[in-house]
């Protein structure tokens, strides 16, 4: 199984099961989660701290660092799918109203390799 | 469409979509994509910021702040999920190796009611 | 030597030489520095990630945790001295101004015992 | 008055009369300003978020991106001082402990002009 064909309720079910067999609920306060995730990405960005923009991007071709990369951004999603649990937001549609909304925000014309307003001199 | 009948396949085409638009490739290096990832979970931990833990539970049933929290969840999920489209990880495979291994460390039995061995009087 | 008799600009001096000696200028680039800081911090919250509001008080009186929750202080401080010295920032004018700033912001008889302005049934 | 006549304990003071005169301390428990410190580390780290290396350098010539950077510095540092005075950590002490232990794990030798030791073909 792959994320072509695994939905993102699969992926809450199975964050579900784990924190209820442990009775975790108890310490998955909306406010812990949040710390949690905030922890979890901070671990996940240790791995680009000194590195240049190039050798960000040279990782894709390092199976070991991208395995461990990869763990670190799955234990951020893994708070993230326990967060929406916690409060009951279903994720897709939230997603995809963010993303219709920033089409707005950021109109794929003006913006086309540009990332802000100010960014006039890259 | 909800989480049951999304993959998450279609929300990484989704954003993938939205940034080729824009030729924003150029910025999403896997450094700039941590980093942003931190920016945005911080704004979402600035909700919970001075509440206490049954305050932070409360927002269950305070749609307008609910529905900002969903949107500051929804941008950390934006740009995780860029991530996996710039480092070509499939996330579910990775999240299940992962919620697999830590069943491994966090034997359920031991673990019930405790989030770590030093939680002995907590 | 104490906080009662040590000046800001000393510190900066020790973080300075440190650097110095190391040739380590070249990976100071405010962007990491920032990165840096947001690294470190992350590890000194997560000495808090599951305590309750007064488990993180009774840190006082706990000197082994104390002691590492103190190192993780330090971690991030040394870190913004260092952003300090790239940048050419003078800290204590700057930490004046903001306190100023935030005494007209937040005048003291509004907000004696609340943290913000929808703060009314805390 | 600038960094080299500022103690830590003046300004340490200086917070501690602000967060008095408001009432504060009750929300300043170690884990909501360790929590506010990763959020104002944040909003520092945003400026730097699409910028690259150079680009972050250059804002030493650009004063009012590095008077707002300043600003964001001096927010993390003011929460800083508020979890020493919440802990009573003396914070002289703590930095040149720290720096004294980093002494030892990163001789200036071996790691003049490299940042870890995997780092021989950056």
Redesign the interface.
Known sequence: ????????????Q??HD?VE????H??H????L??????E?????????????D???A??GQPER?QA???E??????Y?LA??N??????????????Q???LK?P?EE???R??PE?LD?
């Open positions: 199984m792959s994320d072509s064909d695994t939905t993102i309720a699969q992926l809450r199975l964050i784990f067999r442990r009775d975790w108890q310490f306060t909306p406010k812990n949040a710390m949690s995730m905030a922890i990405t901070a671990e996940l960005m240790e791995h680009f701290q000194w590195l240049s923009a050798q960000s991007r990782l894709v991208l990369v990869g763990e951004l799955a234990d951020v999603l893994c993230a967060m929406a916690e409060l009951g937001i279903d994720l897709s549609t939230t997603i995809r109203q963010k993303v909304k920033n089409e950021y794929a913006y086309r390799g990332y802000g960014d890259p």
